[in-house]
């Protein structure tokens, strides 16, 4: 009897021609996953394959442990504000209970849901996401690339984290700035 294919999950197909990327991004990983942090930027032109080779390496960071978040940049997306980075990481943290997020945000959440819009509402109605007070822009902006940057490393401190972000070039500006910030 033929499998059932409307349930039924396509194979992966192997990468051709693709070893030395493959050990280059392999060797990335495995020299990141000592606790330092990196980045690696894989660019080419359109239809070259980097999202595979980016799905590549997430599947193997996955089998290896890792935490793996994925997100997208979309090009009506341009003027949300750190829309690739919530794309990304609001599946993340919507699979974690409330006690394991309120520890890692150590008092942070505003900052996480300023990043991830979907977890502001607290249990209250609130919007934690709303900066408070008049604090003034740049003071607000720095607390929370700093504030975020803090998150990601407790959350890599638990279990190594792996963030691939795809099509930057429709990211927008704020998460250009955060992603310039974290990388570094």
């Avoid at 490393?153 to 190594?160: F, K, L, N």
Wanted: charged share 15%; aromatic share 8%.
């Amino acid at each position: 009897m033929p499998p059932n294919t409307a349930t039924a999950t396509p194979p992966t197909l192997p990468l051709v021609g693709r070893a030395n990327e493959l050990a280059t991004l392999g060797a990335w990983l495995d020299g990141v996953a000592g606790g330092k942090g990196g980045t690696m930027i894989v660019a080419g032109g359109g239809g070259v394959g980097k999202t595979r080779l980016a799905a590549a390496l997430a599947e193997r960071a996955a089998r290896q442990g890792w935490a793996v978040a994925v997100g997208q940049a979309y090009p009506v997306e341009t003027g949300v504000p750190y829309a690739i980075f919530g794309d990304a990481l609001l599946p993340f943290f919507r699979k974690m209970d409330t006690a394991a997020l309120a520890v890692l945000t150590r008092g942070g959440s505003a900052e996480l849901a300023y990043i991830c819009p979907a977890l502001a509402v607290t249990g209250d109605g609130r919007d934690a996401a709303a900066p408070a007070g008049r604090e003034p822009a740049a003071e607000f902006k720095a607390r929370l690339l700093w504030g975020f940057t803090q998150i990601l490393t407790r959350v890599a401190a638990r279990q190594p984290l792996l963030i691939v972000l795809e099509n930057l070039q429709w990211a927008d500006p704020s998460s250009l700035e955060l992603l310039h910030f974290t990388a570094r």
